[in-house]
Nanobody, 127 residues
Framework: QVQLVESGGGLVQPGDSLRLSCAAS????????MGWFRQILGREREFVTA????????YYADFVKGRFTISRNNAKNMVWLQMNNLKPEDTALYYC????????????????????WGQGTQVTVSS
């Protein structure tokens, strides 16, 4: 079992930066792929980025490439999402997700591939 707690959301202006954090508790964190998704009210949860347990491989949605960076520290059971040059369309509830790579099937781009979810942290980009 893995518990995830996101933090770092807030209200920022267009062009600003934010760093979201995801603290994980549970065993074998390094064996879990981690993802960030976002959701706007009334819409489906949307893939943002993912990172493998080793940290060697990352995946990004096209709309965040060059602006967002995912990273992790397995010794600290932490994952971060650095978001730069934020735009109003980035406004959403951001979720951290995890899946044990040994039980993974499908694609890291799909929310249904993940086993564990945090409660989310709100990011609002507005002038």
């Amino acid at each position: 079992q893995v518990q995830l707690v996101e933090s770092g959301g807030g209200l920022v202006q267009p062009g600003d930066s934010l760093r979201l954090s995801c603290a994980a508790s549970g065993r074998m964190f390094s064996r879990h792929a981690m993802g960030w998704f976002r959701q706007i009210l009334g819409r489906e949860r949307e893939f943002v980025t993912a990172i493998m347990g080793s940290g060697d491989s990352t995946y990004y949605a096209d709309f965040v490439k060059g602006r967002f960076t995912i990273s992790r520290n397995n010794a600290k059971n932490m994952v971060w999402l650095q978001m730069n040059n934020l735009k109003p369309e980035d406004t959403a509830l951001y979720y951290c997700a995890a899946v044990n790579e040994a039980r993974f099937s499908g694609s890291y781009y799909y929310a249904r591939s993940y086993e564990y979810w945090g409660q989310g942290t709100q990011v609002t980009v507005s002038s």
